[in-house]
């Protein structure tokens, strides 16, 4: 039985649903995978044209909380269009909200689904129960059954992905093309010049406006890590094919979680085979000299760390995140320190948050070692997390996240002084903070702020960018050349990466 795996992510990226293909292929299943970025509703013909004529017994979809109406619409051409076909949805909104999306789809995977998926084929190829097969969800009399749930213990069992995955296909203008290394290039994140690589699944932290904190439950949020020897050999494979590679970026929730032996094993394959340069996430209390002078030397060029708040009550009592300024302030010095480039991430809007938690967070960012730029998100309680149900049993308003778009946040007055924390200095910070009620202050906000985001964030930028490449101005402007169009995309137009 043949499967088409589908994401609707803007860009090619897609490596969950990647990690499927490859497992899916590795099991001697006919897998396709189709790319339909900025799929709307005048493509389901398309769709349904390339599904007749492909002849697959069941389609995946990916489903995250902005994807949902177009996963609900496209399920719907395809279940009146085709009958026959299974429709199964995975990925982080339908592991929140199973029963939900069984309103539309005929099953849905809770968790990870690589090993599982494979049964679940063959399950249906050989018309057996779906009963026993972890993960699943599905309705059966109209009662809701969700299976025993569980995560992939070993990851070096699974195939790791092609990133330029052969048997692909794309919805290119209006018409679904074989992906050639073209379109390859022309839909991928920083024009395939950037590869994503995922050597630890699950983390440490619980915080309450995460999914790790309701894929708890399932497993998938407890730590599990990839010999250091697999994750290099997946990254020469795709450098060996595209040696204009020119960064990677580990998925991992905190690279420095990896253990001391891990880093250090890590960082002499990596010198000896790929040499370059590559960014991480990372929590702060998890940061050391040792560890980041480790992966500084194997070419660490960028941390993106999670400030959040700089309100410890929110930290600690809303958001579930026990990590302290001090530490915050620490990590972000170690960082400086080894001339790496730093992204702190800041959350806003928060209906928790009172003025003078805002006014925390304004206090910490101005005593963060400069050049440092901010990845700002408006607040968004995504079902089944934690924050979520505490705003629904407090009957707290809050945009549907299905609809909302994380990186909108509002333009109310503090917002904009967190925006400008990275770009002014720390007296014309106090300044705007201290005369924020006042016509002068607001005079001030108003002739100040747009220059400083058209004018001094793009020099802020270039400086980090230029910290990255250690002060080579040649490597820097290549890197703002490939990287342009995803860029004005994340920083200007508020699209996702």
Request: proline share 5%; with cysteine; net charge positive.
């Amino acid at each position: 039985m043949d499967i088409l795996l589908i994401s609707m992510q803007m860009h090619t990226d897609a490596v969950g649903l990647k990690y499927l293909h490859s497992f899916l292929l590795k099991n001697k299943i006919r897998s396709s995978l189709l790319f339909t970025p900025e799929i709307g509703k005048s493509h389901h013909n398309a769709i349904l044209g390339f599904l007749k004529k492909t002849n697959p017994g069941i389609v995946g979809l990916t489903v995250m909380a902005h994807e949902f109406e177009n996963a609900k619409n496209l399920t719907r051409a395809i279940k009146k269009g085709i009958p026959d076909i299974a429709v199964v949805w995975g990925g982080i909104y339908p592991s929140s909200k199973p029963e939900e999306c069984l309103d539309y789809a005929d099953y849905v995977f809770v968790g990870e689904a690589e090993i599982f998926l494979v049964e679940f084929i063959m399950a249906l190829k050989n018309n057996k129960p779906v009963s026993g097969i972890r993960n699943l969800a599905y309705t059966e009399s109209g009662r809701l059954h969700i299976n025993e749930k569980t995560a992939t213990k070993n990851l070096d069992l699974l195939p790791y992905p092609e990133h330029y995955p052969k048997k692909s296909f794309i919805l290119h203008n209006g018409k679904i093309r074989r992906l050639d290394k073209r379109l390859f290039r022309r839909y991928a994140r920083f024009s395939g010049k950037l590869l994503s690589v995922t050597a630890q699944r699950g983390c440490v932290f619980k915080c309450s406006f995460c999914c790790n904190s309701f894929l708890a439950g399932t497993g998938n949020s407890r730590v599990r890590t990839r010999s250091p020897e697999d994750v290099v050999e997946e990254i020469k494979c795709f450098a060996d094919e595209f040696p204009d590679l020119i960064y990677l970026l580990f998925h991992d929730e905190c690279f420095f979680t990896h253990t001391t032996d891990w880093l250090e094993r890590f960082s002499e394959l990596y010198k000896k085979k790929i040499n370059k340069r590559f960014t991480v996430q990372a929590i702060p209390n998890m940061i050391n000299e040792k560890k980041i002078r480790l992966l500084k030397d194997a070419g660490l060029s960028w941390i993106l760390m999670g400030i959040q708040s700089g309100s410890e009550r929110i930290n600690f009592e809303v958001y579930d995140r026990p990590v302290t300024n001090h530490q915050m302030l620490k990590a972000s010095r170690l960082i400086n320190r080894h001339n790496i480039a730093a992204l702190y991430d800041v959350i806003l809007d928060n209906p928790y948050e009172t003025e003078e938690d805002i006014i925390c967070t304004i206090a910490l960012l101005t005593k963060l070692p400069k050049p440092y730029v901010l990845h700002i998100f408006s607040l968004t309680l995504f079902p089944g997390t934690k924050l979520y149900e505490k705003a629904v049993k407090d009957k707290i308003k809050f945009e549907d996240p299905k609809k909302k778009r994380f990186e909108h946040y509002t333009l109310r007055y503090l917002n904009r002084v967190v925006r400008l924390c990275p770009l002014l200095p720390k007296q014309a910070i106090k300044f705007l903070v201290k005369s924020r009620n006042t016509i002068p202050g607001k005079l001030f906000m108003t002739i100040l702020y747009y220059p400083a985001v058209f004018i001094l964030e793009p020099t802020t930028w270039f400086w980090a960018i230029l910290i990255s490449f250690d002060y080579n101005l040649i490597d820097t402007f290549k890197m703002i050349f490939s990287f342009a169009k995803t860029g004005w995309n994340i920083v200007w137009m508020k699209k996702p990466a």
